[in-house]
């Protein structure tokens, strides 16, 4: 396949995905809206822009910022902190709270993504600080033809002994597809039914403002995720948030801080700026990422390739999956999205072992921060099928582009000079 083909495979392409490209605009729009109210709403002014040191005792800007995604999430309560590292580190605070030796947790949507399987003490990489290893006691039940085990899961929650469910909302390195917000309102509705205690807990990474709802909308108790992904919309360089009921938020933050402490506490460090501009943005640099996704997942299958969403599927998060089929071409894929970058687009990367994996991983990223995956990039798991994990695009054409340069790049001979 030579450049010309590829020119003209991509004006066909999109031409064929534009009515697509409507439907994800408007729910950009009805996303923006809410931010927007939720800013004025809540009286945003200059004054919590200014950040805070120390101890950052009841600072008004961190305070404030709580406020607003607590209204954009319907919840109680939230903590959006700089000092949650990542997505993980959310989660492996927010179990570690709700969590004490000889509670059982039930994940409802198979097997959770690796680096959490680590924190809970699953999987080949095994630590001493694991939840198993404090008592906590793990279980699973799988989807079935990617939706909920409906009648499992009432079956096994019903004998109320389960602390707390989990549900991953993204598919992480799984072949299974993401789950709508529709399919968790019904698990969640049917787990009410026969338990009402039980805290239902959704790994909200990746998911926020692809579509218009979120899971505190239907009936979770807590979500959690990552400002370097979705909310942070390229922005914010650092934190994440877990938001839900004011006591479970209570038990997270003094599992992040001190008991007695709590949320009163926590230096935003130059971070307030960040955050806000971030969820300002966040629903258009979303809809960029989905645009960017959708691209892709026309052009690779109209090249060949399994493709996850199709193009013109409804999506729940901004993850496109590509099968590649062999080693050296998912390793060719991430090489030509790391040309495609603003930076370091020099590098060449390379699989590689990585803490919380069990396989080599190859990630490519040339982010302005690093480990921005709203920002274009890519990565996989060295091990059948090859699957490349593609997301992220802070603009459509940036991540058109990347697209293209990656397709190029596997195909020899015809990178772009």
Known sequence: MNYVEIEELVKKVEQEIQPIFKKV?????????????????????????????????????????????????????????????????????????????????????????DTLQTVIGIGEEKSES????????????DLIDNDFDIEKIIKRVEKKDIKLIEIQRSRGYSTRKSITIEKIERVINEIR???????????????????????????????????????????????????????LIELCAERLTAPGI???????????????????????????????????SKILSELGYKVDPLYDEIRTDIVQTIALGNKNDLIKFCQGIQKGSPIDSNVVPEPSPMGGYSDEVI??????????????????????????????GLTYEYGKYGVIKAIEYMKKGVERK
């Open 25 to 113: 605009e408007k729910i950009c729009e009805k996303n923006s809206l809410k931010v927007i109210q939720a800013f004025q709403e809540k009286n945003l002014s200059e004054q919590h822009l200014y950040s805070s040191n120390g101890y950052g005792i009841d600072e008004a800007g961190r305070n404030k910022i709580e406020e607003i995604y607590s209204q954009i999430f319907n919840t109680e309560d939230s903590l959006v902190r700089a000092q949650l590292i990542s997505g993980t580190h959310a989660l492996a605070v927010t179990l570690s709270a709700l969590l004490r030796p000889n509670d059982i947790m039930l994940s409802i949507s198979g097997e959770p993504y």
């Open 130 to 141: 694991s939840l198993s290893n404090l008592g906590i006691k793990y279980e699973q039940i």
């Open 193 to 247: 039914k026969v338990n009402k205690q039980v805290i239902i807990m959704v790994d909200n990474c990746y998911g926020e403002f692809v579509q218009e709802k979120e899971p505190t909308d239907v009936g979770a108790d807590i979500i959690v995720g990552s400002l370097m992904k979705n909310l942070g919309a390229g922005i914010a360089t650092s934190g994440a948030y877990i938001s839900g009921k004011k006591k």
């Open 262 to 296: 709590g949320k009163e506490i926590g230096p935003s460090l130059n971070q307030n700026t960040a955050f806000l501009k971030g969820l300002f943005f966040a629903p258009s640099v979303v809809a960029s990422s989905i645009k960017t996704a959708i691209f892709a």
């Open 363 to 392: 990630m490519a990223a040339g982010t302005f921060t690093q480990g921005s995956t709203i920002e274009l990039s890519c990565d996989g798991p060295i091990r059948e099928p090859y699957i490349a994990y593609m997301q992220g």
